[in-house]
């Protein structure tokens, strides 16, 4: 089943301990991307991957980072969170990295909590 | 740059009454535009898509859209609304080729509640 399975689904955790979240999508798509929802905003873009090696910010970076050593691979590291990224977290995939008119496909979420 | 408006962060209608979620763009390329569907602890779904072929665009479960260029519009609509509607939609751009402007661009969603 073609999907993008992030871990974990859910998280509380305490202030300045890193944490990797995982995603990981079986679709060979291109492009990946990480979102956060907070109530009343929305989905707001964190980072993004074009490609294998090729990672761009979004609009709220801060205190994030990212890798794509693989295709399949997109993890969001939080090298040291704190209480403001307390969210919901999205990953997210798409087939092509140029043709933005294809949707994006979306994993279940991960909620965060950070003490 | 692109930007997204919903009108109206809660909606709540009757069963079988109408359904319309506004929507409002403003892109500096040919956008391309999407309605989501978020169910309660669950991802995104998509529901429709407008990519600059027919301006009326039908998706799942009865929804359909209408890309209005003129009003910078995308309104969402559903004829009757069922229980199993009941969710937060979200409606995004993107536009252009490869770079940023190929990023989504979500709106801040409408929860839509509907009563029996």
């Known amino acids: 089943e073609a999907q993008v399975t992030q871990n974990p689904r859910y998280l509380i955790t305490v202030t300045g301990k890193k944490l990797t979240v995982t995603c990981s999508q079986n679709?060979?798509?291109?492009?990946m991307s990480w979102y956060r929802q907070d109530p009343g905003l929305g989905l707001r873009q964190i980072y993004y991957s074009m490609n294998v090696e090729v990672t761009d910010k979004g609009d709220v970076p801060e205190g994030y980072k990212v890798s794509r050593k693989e295709k399949r691979n997109f993890p969001l590291i939080l090298e040291s969170p704190s209480p403001n990224q307390t969210s919901l977290y999205f990953c997210?995939?798409?087939?092509?990295?140029?043709?933005?008119?294809?949707?994006?496909?979306f994993g279940d979420g991960t909620r965060l909590s950070i003490l | 740059a692109q930007s997204v408006t919903q009108l109206g962060s809660h909606v709540s209608v009757s069963e079988g009454a109408l359904v319309l979620l506004r929507c409002n763009y403003s892109s500096s390329v040919p956008p391309y535009l999407f309605w989501y569907v978020q169910y309660p602890n669950q991802g995104l779904q998509l529901l429709l898509k407008?990519?600059?072929?027919?301006?009326l665009v039908k998706g799942i479960n009865g929804f359909e859209a209408e890309f209005k260029k003129s009003e910078t519009s995308f309104h969402l609509t559903k004829p009757s609304a069922h229980m199993s509607d009941a969710a937060e939609y979200f409606c995004a751009v993107s536009g252009g080729s490869g770079g940023s402007q190929g990023n989504l661009i979500f709106g801040k969603g409408t929860k839509l509640s509907v009563k029996p």
């Open positions: 997210a995939s798409r087939l092509d990295s140029l043709l933005s008119n294809q949707p994006q496909h």
């Open positions: 407008y990519t600059s072929a027919a301006t």
């Open positions: 679709m060979n798509h291109e492009y």
